[in-house]
């Protein structure tokens, strides 16, 4: 049964849960089984990361519902250090499926199911009687729960009142000024605010979405606390140039392992 225990260290760097959902995109693209996402899942533990994460939407255009039950042997048979984490919106549909796989980690994201990818946070003040009872679910199954959020600091509260775990901010927008290094360092500087403001009322802090080797290492510097980074676009088009076990091993030296 997997227990929702902290994983993040104010001396430790953030753990790091490679997306298998670009991987299974493009096996999807014809009726055959490759790549596989369990053999690509396997390359990537083999190199170090930390865990797995998948994000199955309704229309299974991405990982495929069959795909969570492999995913979790792997993990379970191979590499029980490791962790789970399934993101998605928490239709009863979603919740079904996390409770038959048992992640150690759930991540809650507010998307429509017509969105391409995450792309905002949730509004937890307005939320929160939605949410309260989910996360209260989740838990009891004993998995920890983690909260997709904007980074803004006068949500954290409301956050932490639904009884989450974590929140895994946004990091669209920061990743976004790879061109900006001004506005970078601007998105950069709302991150770390958001995370501040986390931490100060008793939430660990996750981060993710279009995150490269590039611009992790001043993202941990600013959140030194940061638990985990989850991040799968980015890393799988590493992957293309160096290979999936060299890109594991380049993005845990930017998150400073």
């Not at 490759?34 to 533990?45: C, D, E, F």
């Not at 199954?141 to 775990?165: I, K, N, Q």
């Not at 959140?223 to 799968?232: F, M, N, T």
Request: hydrophobic share 45%; net charge negative; charged share 25%.
């Amino acid at each position: 049964m997997p227990v929702g225990t902290r994983t993040g260290s104010l001396n430790m760097p953030a753990k790091l849960s490679v997306n298998l959902n670009a991987i299974a995109m493009l096996r999807n693209r014809r009726d055959l089984p490759w790549p596989s996402v369990t053999g690509i899942g396997r390359i990537a533990l083999e190199a170090g990361a930390h865990g797995l994460t998948v994000h199955p939407r309704p229309d299974q255009r991405h990982v495929r519902f069959a795909d969570l039950p492999e995913v979790r042997a792997l993990i379970d048979d191979e590499f029980p250090q490791a962790e789970f984490n399934i993101e998605g919106y928490p239709s009863e549909e979603f919740i079904a499926l996390v409770e038959e796989n048992q992640p150690e980690q759930v991540t809650l994201v507010p998307d429509d199911p017509a969105q391409a990818t995450s792309d905002h946070g949730w509004n937890f003040a307005e939320q929160a009687a939605f949410l309260t009872p989910i996360v209260r679910r989740l838990k009891k199954e004993g998995m920890r729960v983690s909260l997709f959020s904007d980074p803004d600091p006068a949500g954290m509260a409301a956050a932490r009142d639904t009884g989450a775990d974590r929140v895994e901010l946004y990091t669209g927008p920061y990743g976004a000024c790879y061109a900006d290094p001004a506005r970078a360092a601007r998105e950069l500087e709302r991150l770390g605010a958001a995370a501040d403001a986390a931490i100060a009322v008793g939430l660990e802090v996750n981060a993710g979405h279009d995150l490269v080797v590039a611009n992790l290492p001043p993202l941990a510097r600013r959140i030194p606390a940061l638990a985990e980074v989850s991040i799968g676009h980015g890393l799988t088009a590493d992957a293309l140039e160096h290979g999936m076990a060299a890109t594991v091993r380049r993005f845990l030296k930017a998150c400073g392992w």
